[in-house]
């Protein structure tokens, strides 16, 4: 089963949240709307900030809203950033050492196929599109 982890999950609650909102919202704010644990968000608002999905702001009117990078963002590329590459299969992992290697039919199209449409229908839903009601 393809499922993706707690940091991408709290990042899309979080993008979520931030919509619409022109203004920065604090970290605390966030934590209230949301429910989810501070020092979990904050690490999670941090690597947004640092590949350029949030936009941060210290001080009594900072906090984070999103980036115009966000606006034009897939899906593909905003899970990587937690989930590092996507993969349909963990013996698509180039480190993955599978001890059924030498019988094993359907890696090639596990990699040339699956993964590869996986990657592309991802690639083509921008993240923006998934709360637009």
């Not at 989810?36 to 690597?47: G, S, V």
């Not at 949030?54 to 900072?62: A, D, M, T």
Request: proline fraction near 1%; include cysteine.
């Amino acid at each position: 089963m393809l499922t993706i982890n707690n940091q991408s999950d709290y990042a899309l609650v979080l993008v979520s949240n931030l919509m619409g909102k022109d203004n920065y919202v604090s970290l605390s704010n966030l934590v209230e709307e949301t429910n989810l644990p501070q020092r979990f968000l904050a690490r999670i608002a941090a690597q947004l900030v640092k590949k350029e999905v949030l936009i941060s702001r210290e001080g009594k009117v900072g906090g984070y809203k999103l980036s115009k990078k966000f606006q034009n963002m897939s899906l593909y590329k905003f899970l990587a950033i937690f989930e590092g590459d996507l993969l349909f299969a963990k013996c698509l992992d180039e480190n993955y050492d599978c001890r059924f290697e030498d019988i094993c039919t359907h890696k090639g199209i596990m990699k040339n196929k699956i993964n590869r449409i996986l990657e592309k229908n991802l690639d083509a839903i921008k993240v923006v599109n998934l709360f637009k009601k």
